[in-house]
């Protein structure tokens, strides 16, 4: 399947997929990376195995339909079967996640439906939890509240800082990205509704 990956930063979940692509765990291959941020090391990484990297500033337009818009046309021009958001920090209008409904994944550092949006690391450890983690997740138009594809958990120690415990976050989340792009590009995962299926049944979404 032909993929697409929208980034923000560094890119770490983009190699974890080019990684996948390459060592033969998905089914597919990156075909653009789209960044809404110039000069990010992300960008470098796609050029570096020879993918198209495309800067488009959110900066450069006017309201949040503008720049939807212009980045769906983008994706558009790739005929992706498959979009990943990886590290991508932009908050998307309905009419863009409704565009690509069910061929849509995202990746979020907690155990959704705890935690969503920001500083979730920093949230976990202020409420005194045991565990935290990472879910891939199905984009709907609700801030990272589409149906949950994997989770991963990690158990928080006593010693953890924000930085401890999203490095250990990191790795999980490199671990289930190319799982659940693989799942897809095999044809094994769907949207049905509001459920994530495997192999046409409800998902356990633990791994």
Not at 126 to 140: K, L, M, P, R, Y
Request: charged fraction near 20%; proline fraction near 5%; glycine fraction near 8%.
């Amino acid at each position: 399947m032909r993929i697409v990956v929208l980034i923000s930063g560094s890119g770490s979940n983009l190699q974890a997929i080019i990684d996948g692509c390459n060592d033969g765990r998905i089914n597919g291959s990156v075909v653009a990376v789209i960044s809404n941020r110039p000069d990010v090391k992300g960008l470098e990484r796609a050029r570096n195995h020879g993918i198209e990297a495309i800067t488009l500033d959110h900066r450069n337009f006017d309201s949040r339909e503008t720049f939807d818009a212009a980045l769906a046309q983008h994706i558009d021009n790739f005929e992706p079967e498959l979009v990943i958001l990886a590290g991508f920090m932009r908050i998307l209008t309905p009419t863009f996640t409704g565009r690509y409904l069910g061929r849509m994944l995202n990746i979020h550092p907690s155990l959704l439906p705890k935690y969503p949006g920001l500083h979730t690391h920093k949230r976990a450890l202020e409420a005194g939890d045991s565990e935290h983690g990472v879910t891939v997740h199905f984009v709907t138009a609700e801030l990272d509240g589409g149906p949950a594809v994997l989770q991963a958990r990690v158990p928080i120690l006593e010693s953890d800082t924000e930085d401890t415990l999203a490095a250990r976050v990191l790795e999980q989340e490199h671990r289930i990205y190319p799982q659940a792009a693989g799942w897809f590009c095999e044809g094994r995962l769907t949207l049905q509704g509001n459920a994530a299926l495997l192999d046409n049944t409800p998902i356990n979404t633990t791994l």
